[in-house]
């Protein structure tokens, strides 16, 4: 490992990367690399958890399509030098930023959308000119080989380069000295990582999760509300970071929400040999999720099958936030529906518990929709909708507190792989006096009339 961050901290050194054409030319080969390759890609991640063709391009390919295209279309401008304002004290003169790459950067992906997860911030890295090194989740296998595959027969890995690997060589990888540590994951690990860049002072993006709530009102268009939580939920089998993870619905439109659920439940479909829904990624999260489930309160669902590690979508009703699927992030397709008479009250539950990645709300009532947005501090969210937030990359994407540290998307990403350097600009044909000593009163007296 040592090597290899070394071999890239001399490439970085070159000064190779900070050519914007080669940067261009490296997103252009990335992007011809995975046109050609979209269906190896296809069937690995198939193997790894039978996601669908249509899955796959909707929520991983065409996402990485649209950032290399966004990069290379504005790379110029977002690394431009910026002429800022100059205050009085250093004028003459002119001031400017210059957004610089931070150097050898490590990124380490999650699972649940493998391919999105790892090569999205590889591209928003090589837009700000850094060397790149991509640790996937070992978990899906077949995808974690795919990228190895594609990115080491393509690229120099001096430049680019995908390390395979679990535990072991993650921590292997933290011991090295890099500049940037972008890490998708949960909370825990999240803090692993956090602590080994600490002890290098390793700037760090961390994406991680936590229990996001959909908040349904009385007045809202509770059909097509449920319509696209529904979808928000179940998408990947609800291993989707960004999946509302519970329901507080209020107690007048409670029963009608629920049965509305059931029968939306029933139309999408979901069903793998329809390619329509994708396994529980492994047996040890499926025996997790298994847990979860209570079976006094099951409204829909509540099936397994073991042996093909698939879960139904499952509903579950009567729930407070005492039941134990309300404890830890659920990441599975179980949707637990609680109820409330009191919004006071259900923002302050929502408040006392660690900041959600998302929130969303549904109503018409734009004091309703202003007091959620305004009182509870969640990472990005929608109105009247879930998850689809994540698709606009012109809002920066990230949690806030335990859901997170920073951001990326669009120009978000590039930010985060760049540092902004400061550069005051000073004229030599002139030189006011008032700093140097001798420091005289009367200096001072001009100094208090000038700045104020
Ligand atoms: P995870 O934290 O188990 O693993 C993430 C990465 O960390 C993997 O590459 C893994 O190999 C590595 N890792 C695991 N244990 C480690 C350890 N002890 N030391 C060093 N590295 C270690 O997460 P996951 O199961 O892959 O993903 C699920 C979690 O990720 C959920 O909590 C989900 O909400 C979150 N997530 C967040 C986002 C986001 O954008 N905010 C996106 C997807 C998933």
Redesign the pocket.
């Known amino acids: 490992m040592e090597e290899i961050v070394e071999a890239q901290k001399q490439f970085f050194n070159s000064n190779t990367t900070k050519d914007i054409a080669f940067r261009i030319g490296q997103l252009q080969k990335l992007e011809s690399i995975l046109r050609a390759n979209e269906e190896l890609l296809h069937q690995a991640i198939y193997k790894d958890f039978k996601k669908s063709a249509f899955e796959n391009y909707t929520t991983e390919i065409s996402l990485l399509y649209h950032d290399i295209k966004e990069a290379i279309k504005r790379v110029k401008k977002w690394s431009a030098q910026k002429r800022v304002r100059t205050n009085l004290a250093n004028l003459p003169g002119k001031s400017y930023i210059i957004p610089e790459p931070l150097g050898v950067s490590l990124i ?6 493998p391919y999105q ?1 790892s090569l999205a911030p590889a591209i928003a890295a090589i837009a700000a000119g850094n060397t790149v090194i991509i ?5 899906p296998i077949n995808t974690s080989k795919a990228m190895a595959k594609l990115i080491n027969e393509n690229f120099d890995p001096n430049f680019f380069k995908v390390i395979e ?3 072991a ?3 292997d990888l ?1 011991n090295q000295k890099f500049d940037k540590i972008f ?8 803090k ?2 956090y602590q ?1 860049a600490a002890k290098k002072l390793i700037p760090v993006t961390l ?4 229990k996001s709530p959909a908040i349904i009102t009385a007045n809202c268009d509770l059909k097509i509300s449920v319509k696209r939580l529904i979808w928000a939920k179940y998408l990947n089998a609800g ?4 999946a509302p993870d519970y329901v507080v619905v209020h107690e007048k439109v409670k029963e009608e929400f629920l049965k509305l659920a059931k029968k939306e439940i029933a139309q999408s479909k979901f069903l793998i040999e329809e390619d329509n829904y994708v396994q529980i ?1 492994n047996d040890k ?1 499926l025996q997790r999720l298994i847990a979860l489930i209570d079976k006094d309160k099951i409204y829909t669902g509540g099936e397994y099958d073991l042996e093909n590690r698939i879960m139904e979508p499952t509903i579950l009703t009567n729930i407070t936030f005492e039941d134990k699927v309300m404890q830890d ?1 659920i ?1 599975g397709p179980i949707l637990p529906v609680l109820e409330y008479n009191d919004l006071n009250k259900i923002i302050q539950e929502i408040k006392a518990r660690p900041k959600p ?1 998302s929130c969303y709300v549904f109503t018409s009532v734009k004091k309703i929709k202003r007091k959620i947005l305004d009182e509870i501090s969640f ?1 990005g969210g929608a109105v009247n909708d879930a998850v689809m937030h994540i698709a606009n990359s012109n809002m920066g ?3 806030v507190g335990e ?2 540290i920073g951001s990326y998307h669009g120009e978000y990403g590039f930010r985060a792989f760049s540092h902004y350097k400061g550069i005051l600009e000073k004229p030599t044909w002139i030189e006011p006096n008032f700093k140097y000593h001798p420091h005289t009163k009367s200096k001072l007296k001009w100094i208090k009339r000038l700045i104020g």
């Open positions: 380490i992906g999650a699972w649940n959308y997860l640790k996937p989740s070992e978990l690997g679990g535990v060589e993650t921590t933290l890490f998708t994951g949960s909370v825990p690990v999240g692993i990582v080994a994406e991680l999760g936590g291993q989707t970071c960004i990624i999260n992030e990441f990645l990472g994407f990230g949690g859901s997170g």
